[in-house]
């Protein structure tokens, strides 16, 4: 059964920095091109970052320079690295099995919320 579990949202002042965590229990994510997706209030869900499984990057333009994905293979756990938020990083953040142009017609989980605010 594939599952996907976030953690380490929160809430962070502007510039601030958080670090989510993103479990998989169920299946192998270095396998896998494995993405992170956020969902402001209101809107749609936006596609932030994507790492592929021949370790290549890519991300959303607002949060080049920002943000760093990553994984570690032992603990089959991917992580998303937030540095300099600002109010509009405020979403509901969740991982995605997939890349930019498929994530949605896979598995995500349910979330993790991370608001920027003073």
């Known amino acids: 059964q594939v599952q996907l579990v976030e953690s380490g949202g929160g809430l962070v002042q502007p510039g601030g920095s958080l670090t989510l965590s993103c479990a998989a229990p169920?299946?192998?994510?270095?396998?896998?091109?494995m993405s992170w997706v956020r969902q402001a209030p209101g809107k749609g869900p936006e596609w932030v970052s994507t790492?592929?499984?021949?370790?290549?990057?890519s991300y959303l333009e607002s949060v080049k320079g920002r943000f760093i994905i990553s994984r570690d293979n032992a603990k089959n756990t991917l992580y998303l690295q937030m540095y300099s938020l600002k109010t509009e990083d405020t979403a509901l953040y969740y991982c995605?099995?997939?890349?930019?142009?498929?994530?949605?017609?896979?598995?995500r989980g349910q979330g993790t919320q991370v608001t920027v605010s003073s």
């Open positions: 995605a099995r997939g890349g930019p142009s498929n994530w949605s017609d896979g598995y």
């Open positions: 169920g299946f192998i994510i270095s396998g896998y091109s």
């Open positions: 790492l592929y499984n021949n370790i290549k990057t």
